[in-house]
């Protein structure tokens, strides 16, 4: 289905004063967004409008009961044209979300031509430095104000998007937690709600005063088994194979996660998906079958880890250790973004030029 999406165009670009060398992440924000309004029944009054500030009513029901979700997703300037990094598996993940937290789901339709509207108009936008790329946001909030707890009749969709170089600038150093929980089983660890990040703040501050970088979260029931990072998968490099986690409802199916599923094995690597236990970890290191651990996520993309934090004593996977394995998959992955090289696996979803290109 086409929808019709009204374009009100920015009068003050910002994009002279966009300076890639110094773009940090999520700080600075493209000249346009994508809002779309839920009335209860329909989408309505589909637009873009420049960036900026929304009018709320202090009862907003998202900032008092939390119904918010949201997305992650890049694209690439690659080849003079803009690319969109498996954009379908974030508009279906977007859906298990909302549907997890009763809010309405996005047509496919609505997700992909606002998404596609906005990034033609804010083409520009799209760094082509090498690790630069735009970090898109779409999220959905509910916004009845009413202050009862229920469902919201109401809810804004929007898009906003930021040009973005790498998300970390060194490899991590992690502690694994085993006090708090991220998530719980039959709670909403698999979506991507706001107030899941909302509640490892805590943990993860508290862990940054320890000297760490994240928390490597393990599972919620016995604290046994890793799970992920902040905002990241988790990948074990053995001798002879690679384990990541199993995905279950208490952590996050990562769409980078799954890519790179699909490289490891395309570069002949043996992936496992199964229950990782911290005392493996800690085994394999002594026996000298540790060989790497990294992470992965849209923002952050791909980083080795130093090593983890277990019980008050660090563990140095580095040391003994090396990135041959995350860097050998990086490299592909960047080829397929950047259009070095083929598109393997057809991730990669060209923006259509749809505005009229000024005379
Ligand atoms: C909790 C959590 N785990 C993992 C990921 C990685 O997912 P993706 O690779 O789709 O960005 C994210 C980021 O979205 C996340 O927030």
Same mark, same amino acid.
């Given at each position: 289905?086409?929808?019709?999406?009204?374009?009100?165009?920015?009068?003050?670009?910002?994009?002279?004063?966009?300076?890639?060398?110094?773009?940090?992440?999520?700080?600075?924000?493209?000249?346009?967004?994508?809002?779309?309004?839920?009335?209860?029944?329909?989408?309505?009054?589909?637009?873009?409008?420049?960036?900026?500030?929304?009018?709320?009513?202090?009862?907003?029901?998202?900032?008092?009961?939390?119904?918010?979700?949201?997305?992650?997703?890049?694209?690439?300037?690659?080849?003079?044209?803009?690319?969109?990094?498996?954009?379908?598996?974030?508009?279906?993940?977007?859906?298990?979300?909302?549907?997890?937290?009763?809010?309405?789901?996005?047509?496919?339709?609505?997700?992909?031509?606002?998404?596609?509207?906005?990034?033609?108009?804010?083409?520009?936008?799209?760094?082509?430095?090498?690790?630069?790329?735009?970090?898109?946001?779409?999220?959905?909030?509910?916004?009845?104000?009413?202050?009862?707890?229920?469902?919201?009749?109401?809810?804004?969709?929007?898009?906003?998007?930021?040009?973005?170089?790498?998300?970390?600038?060194?490899? $991590?150093?992690?502690?694994?937690?085993?006090?708090?929980?991220?998530?719980?089983?039959?709670?909403?660890?698999?979506?991507?709600?706001?107030?899941?990040?909302?509640?490892?703040?805590?943990?993860?501050?508290?862990?940054?005063?320890?000297?760490?970088?994240?928390?490597?979260?393990?599972?919620?029931?016995?604290?046994?088994?890793?799970?992920?990072?902040?905002?990241?998968?988790?990948?074990?490099?053995?001798?002879?194979?690679?384990?990541?986690?199993?995905?279950?409802?208490?952590?996050?199916?990562?769409?980078?996660?799954?890519?790179?599923? *699909?490289?490891?094995? *395309?570069?002949?690597?043996?992936?496992?998906?199964? &229950?990782?236990?911290?005392?493996?970890?800690?085994?394999?290191?002594?026996?000298?079958?540790?060989?790497?651990?990294?992470?992965?996520?849209?923002?952050?993309?791909?980083?080795?880890?130093?090593?983890?934090?277990?019980?008050?004593?660090?563990?140095?996977?580095?040391?003994?250790?090396?990135?041959?394995?995350?860097?050998?998959? &990086?490299? $592909?992955?960047?080829?397929?973004?950047?259009?070095?090289?083929?598109?393997?696996?057809?991730?990669?979803?060209?923006?259509?030029?749809?505005?009229?290109?000024?005379?």
């Amino acid at each position: 289905m086409a929808y019709e999406i009204t374009i009100r165009k920015t009068e003050n670009s910002r994009i002279s004063s966009l300076d890639v060398e110094n773009i940090g992440f999520g700080k600075i924000f493209a000249d346009h967004m994508f809002v779309v309004d839920y009335d209860g029944k329909t989408w309505t009054d589909a637009r873009i409008e420049p960036y900026g500030n929304m009018e709320l009513s202090p009862a907003t029901s998202a900032l008092h009961y939390g119904q918010s979700i949201f997305e992650g997703m890049k694209a690439f300037a690659a080849n003079g044209e803009v690319q969109l990094f498996r954009p379908i598996e974030n508009w279906k993940r977007l859906n298990i979300s909302a549907r997890r937290m009763v809010m309405p789901e996005i047509p496919q339709d609505l997700f992909m031509q606002g998404l596609n509207t906005l990034l033609d108009l804010d083409r520009a936008w799209v760094p082509a430095a090498d690790g630069c790329s735009l970090y898109i946001r779409p999220f959905l909030f509910a916004t009845d104000d009413f202050v009862g707890v229920r469902p919201s009749e109401k809810y804004r969709f929007c898009i906003f998007c930021c040009p973005v170089g790498p998300y970390y600038s060194k490899p $991590l150093r992690v502690k694994v937690e085993e006090d708090y929980s991220r998530s719980a089983p039959g709670g909403t660890g698999y979506t991507k709600c706001a107030g899941n990040y909302g509640a490892s703040m805590f943990p993860t501050k508290k862990a940054q005063q320890e000297g760490y970088d994240q928390v490597l979260w393990t599972d919620p029931v016995t604290h046994k088994f890793v799970e992920e990072t902040g905002t990241t998968n988790f990948f074990a490099v053995f001798h002879d194979k690679i384990v990541t986690p199993e995905l279950d409802e208490t952590l996050l199916a990562g769409i980078t996660r799954n890519s790179v599923i *699909h490289i490891l094995k *395309h570069l002949g690597h043996t992936v496992e998906e199964r &229950k990782l236990s911290v005392q493996e970890l800690k085994d394999a290191l002594q026996a000298g079958e540790l060989k790497e651990l990294f992470i992965t996520g849209t923002a952050a993309t791909m980083i080795y880890l130093e090593g983890f934090g277990h019980h008050g004593t660090y563990y140095d996977v580095i040391a003994n250790g090396n990135h041959t394995i995350s860097n050998q998959v &990086k490299d $592909l992955m960047e080829s397929i973004r950047y259009g070095r090289g083929a598109d393997l696996f057809q991730w990669m979803t060209r923006v259509e030029a749809m505005n009229e290109v000024p005379a």
